[in-house]
C-alpha cells in the first residue's frame, strides 16, 4: 500500500511539473523551436530572473533610471542584457539621454533597428571595461580596452576624467561593478 502511494505522489509531481513546463509566460513571449518542438522564450537568462533582496546589478540601476531609458533600449534591442548582469566586475560608461539626444538627428532610431544590431551591439560594447575602478583610480590610466576589442582614450582635465572624449559626471557602485555616468556617446574609431 505504502510503495502505492508513493507511485501515485511522484506521477502526481511529475505531471504537475510537466503542466508547468509546457506554459508560456505572463507577456506571451514564448516562441517554439522548430527542430526540437520546445518552447523557448527570447528573454532568457540572470537579466530576466526577478529579485528584490540582492543588490542591484548594473542592468537593475540603468532600468531604474529615467536619465538612461535610451540607453536601457540599445541594450535590450542589441539584447546584450545578460552581459549587464554577469559576475563582472564591470565598468560600464552610460550615456544620459542628453547625450544621446546630440547624437545627428535619427541615429538613435536608425541603430535601433534589427538591421543595425551588430554596429549598435559594437557602440554598447566601446561603453564597457572590465574592471571596478572609481574616477580618482582612472586618472592613472592612458588607455583601457573595451569588450569590443577596442582601446579607449583615458584624459584627465583638473579633476574632470574624460574617457573617449565623455566626461564622468557620475558615479553609481554596483554589486558587479561600477557605472560611470557620461555626458557624451563614445563613437568607436572605424578600423
Do not use: R
Not at 529579485?51 to 548594473?58: A, K, V
Not at 535619427?106 to 551591439?121: Q, S
Not at 560594447?125 to 592612458?142: A, C, R
Not at 557602485?173 to 557624451?184: E, F, L, R, T, W
Amino acid at each position: 500500500m505504502k510503495t502505492i502511494n508513493n507511485l501515485i505522489l511522484w506521477s502526481v509531481l511529475l505531471m504537475g511539473l510537466l503542466i508547468l513546463g509546457c506554459k508560456t509566460d505572463s507577456k506571451g513571449s514564448s516562441s517554439s523551436d522548430t527542430s526540437s518542438g520546445i518552447e523557448v522564450s527570447k528573454e532568457q537568462g540572470q537579466a530576466f530572473i526577478e529579485d528584490d533582496t540582492s543588490s542591484p546589478n548594473i542592468l537593475n540601476i540603468a532600468v531604474k533610471s529615467s536619465d538612461h531609458s535610451t540607453l536601457v533600449a540599445a541594450v535590450q534591442a542589441a539584447d546584450l542584457e545578460n552581459a549587464l548582469v554577469n559576475a563582472g566586475p564591470l565598468m560600464v560608461f552610460a550615456p544620459t539621454n542628453k547625450a544621446f539626444d546630440a547624437l545627428p538627428a535619427g541615429t538613435v532610431e536608425d541603430l535601433l533597428k534589427p538591421e543595425n544590431k551588430d554596429a549598435l551591439a559594437n557602440i554598447l560594447k566601446y561603453h564597457v571595461t572590465p574592471g571596478k575602478y572609481d574616477k580618482d583610480f582612472l586618472k592613472k590610466f592612458k588607455n583601457l580596452g573595451q569588450a569590443n576589442d577596442q582601446k579607449v582614450t583615458v584624459e584627465v582635465k583638473g579633476n574632470d576624467v574624460y574617457v573617449g572624449g565623455a566626461k564622468i559626471i557620475a558615479s553609481v557602485p554596483a554589486s558587479n561593478g561600477i557605472i560611470h555616468v557620461v555626458d557624451k556617446v563614445m563613437l568607436p574609431p572605424q578600423e
